[in-house]
Nanobody
């Protein structure tokens, strides 16, 4: 099991940028696919981005493609989400998630992830 702690959220204006960080502790971090999900009040949790253990593949929701970028530093057990050109509809609690080691399912599905952080709030004002 891996412990995940997010940071970097805050209140920004539309058009601003934020970088979220996720610190992971526990074994086999480098063997896990890592994802970011978000949940706005009254809405279901939705996929934002994911990056595979090999760093070769990244996945994005259509709503953030071209604006957000996911990256990871396996030496530091860190995952990042760079968010640019933020919009009010990006307002949500953002959570980091990890799959099981050597997992090979769909990165878009929350059910594929075993471990979750507590989340960090991002609020974008218009």
């Amino acid at each position: 099991q891996v412990q995940l702690v997010e940071s970097g959220g805050g209140l920004v204006q539309a058009g601003d940028s934020l970088r979220l960080s996720c610190a992971a502790s526990g074994p086999l971090f480098v063997r896990k696919t890592m994802g970011w999900f978000r949940q706005a009040p009254g809405k279901e949790r939705e996929f934002v981005a994911a990056i595979t253990r090999s760093l070769d593949d990244t996945y994005y929701a259509d709503s953030v493609k071209g604006r957000f970028a996911i990256s990871r530093d396996n030496a530091k057990n860190m995952v990042y989400l760079q968010m640019n050109s933020l919009k009010p509809e990006d307002t949500a609690a953002y959570s980091c998630a990890a799959t099981a080691p050597f997992w090979g399912g769909s990165a878009y599905l929350a059910a594929e992830y075993n471990d979750w952080g507590q989340g960090t709030q991002v609020t974008v004002s218009s």
